[in-house]
Each structure stands twice: as C-alpha cells, then as structure tokens.
C-alpha cells in the first residue's frame, strides 16, 4: 500500500512539472507574439493562429488551459495590450493595475 501512495504522488508530482513546462512554452508563446506585434504588427493574429493549430491545442491543453475560442480571444487582448508575460506576472504591475482600478472606481 505504501509504494502505490509513494508511486501516485511520484505520478502526480511528475504531471505538475509537466504541466508548468507546457505553461512556460504558453507564455514563451505569448511573448513572442508581442514581440511580433510590435515589430510587424500583427501579434494578436499570430497568437490566434497559434492557439487554434494543433500544436497551440496541444501545448494549451497539457498546460491545463481549455484550448476554446474564449482562451483564444484572451491571448489576443493580452497581446494586443503589449505588456511582456514577466512584468504582467510581477507584483509591481498587479499593484499598478489595481490602483487604476480603484482610481477610476472613485
């Protein structure tokens, strides 16, 4: 009994790890597609045509993501915002975008 608990929790140990490798090729992804807007502008069409082939499916699915066309519409606001995914995720620009928001509630 003991080695089938230590062999599901080695399993899903592994399926984490998996999981977060595929979510650094989304935000890989992503930050490519910015950087494309931003040189040729067309970003948010990249990242479209990314996230609906089915390699972008693929990736977007063993990163936990639903691969649906709502997820695809977010990925092109997000680039069409232009904000790369290291400073979106730091706590600097949460703290940023929540005190606009608080600004224009008042």
């Given at each position: 009994?003991?080695?089938?608990?230590?062999?599901?929790?080695?399993?899903?140990?592994q399926g984490n790890r998996a999981r977060k490798?595929?979510?650094?090729?989304?935000?890989?992804?992503?930050?490519?597609?910015?950087?494309?807007?931003?040189?040729?502008?067309?970003?948010?069409?990249?990242?479209?045509r990314w996230a609906r082939s089915r390699d972008?499916?693929?990736?977007?699915?063993?990163?936990?993501?639903?691969?649906?066309?709502?997820?695809?519409?977010?990925?092109?606001?997000?680039?069409?915002?232009?904000?790369?995914?290291?400073?979106?995720?730091?706590?600097?620009?949460?703290?940023?975008?929540?005190?606009?928001?608080?600004?224009?509630?008042?």
């Amino acid at each position: 009994m003991k080695d089938f608990v230590d062999g599901t929790a080695f399993n899903n140990e592994q399926g984490n790890r998996a999981r977060k490798l595929f979510a650094a090729v989304v935000l890989a992804a992503l930050d490519d597609a910015i950087a494309d807007d931003k040189k040729y502008g067309n970003g948010p069409e990249q990242i479209a045509r990314w996230a609906r082939s089915r390699d972008g499916r693929e990736v977007l699915t063993c990163a936990g993501i639903d691969p649906n066309e709502r997820v695809v519409k977010g990925l092109m606001e997000f680039v069409s915002k232009g904000i790369r995914t290291s400073v979106a995720l730091s706590r600097e620009e949460s703290e940023r975008r929540n005190a606009a928001q608080h600004a224009e509630a008042a």
